[in-house]
């Protein structure tokens, strides 16, 4: 690594690898965070766990602690509502079989966008995607990356902008959970859940009081895009709401989110704090949701 690569603050929260949707596998992520100066340390690639011993041996080694978690993505009128669960188990079986459910659900709305796509006229095949997402959960970022590969768009953001993101003509929806139900079955295998970028939630104010009802003991107050004044005003809503405020980069790889690992700051308080919110609050909401077919 470069000199002064170490320009990081020690605490990072909210970081993805090869496992989901990142570029970096999760090794090579832990080591890029250590240069840069981070201590403690959440891996939280989309639905899945896989990367998380693998990255905690690593942390091991060079004195990062890191903390297993996910990011669980909802699907409701509520906007872009994803749930961060800390401390959960990577060994919990019946945790695993639901994000195994989950990661189906993304294969399945992947492939159907290809299939819009290809009716569109913008050919990529599949088999390209999955060898870009390496294994990984798949997610519209390795959509937008074999876009931009095949010369379809400009560049990897303007795939999102002009085909796949909301409101474009290749989207698909998700078929997931509702935000209560991610709060609630984080709960139920023991986990802590924060709001992630609660930027992107519409009608905060309004969904917080059940989130908090369900279980949610966290909120993303310190992220990237955030201006001063949307960071003070989520701080100001945690604190009404008694949430643990945390903060991290939503790190990629690609230059997404514009932070670096241990781009932003969170506060070392939160934490004790989210850990003492381990298993401290029942969930009165159970994620009953009938499985559906997509
Ligand atoms: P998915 O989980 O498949 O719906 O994809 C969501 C991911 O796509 C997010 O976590 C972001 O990393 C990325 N993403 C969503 N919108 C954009 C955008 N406008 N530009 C770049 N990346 C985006
Ligand atoms: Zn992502
Ligand atoms: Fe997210
Ligand atoms: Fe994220």
Known sequence: MAAGVTTGYSIDLHTHSLRSDGALGEVE?????AARGVRIQALSDHDTLMGVAAAVAEGDRLGVRVIPATE??????????HILSYFVDPHDDA??????WLRENRGRRIELMVEKLNALGYAVSLDRVREIAQGGS???????????????????????????????PAYVSRVGLAPLEAVALVREHGGVPALAHPGTTVGLDRLLPTLVEAGLAGMECYY???????????????????????????????????????????????????????????????????????
Not at 72 to 81: I, P
Not at 145 to 151: K, M, N, S, T
């Open 29 to 33: 992520l832990i080591r890029r965070a």
């Open 72 to 81: 669980l993505n909802t699907e409701s009128e509520w906007g872009d509502v």
């Open 95 to 100: 945790l695993e079989e639901r994000l195994r």
């Open 138 to 168: 798949l997610g519209r970022p390795h959509l937008a990356q074999a876009l931009f590969e095949a010369g379809h768009v400009p560049t990897y953001d303007s795939a999102f902008v002009t085909l796949i993101s909301k409101d474009s």
């Open 224 to 294: 990237p895009s955030h201006s001063p004044s949307r960071t003070a005003y989520c701080l100001r809503l945690a604190a009404q709401w008694g949430l643990v405020p945390t903060g991290g980069s939503d790190f990629h790889g690609r230059g997404e989110h514009g932070a670096d690992l241990g781009g932003v700051f969170v506060p070392p308080e939160c934490i004790e704090a989210l850990e003492s919110r381990r298993g401290g609050v029942r969930s009165a909401y159970h994620s009953t949701r009938v499985e559906g077919e997509l």
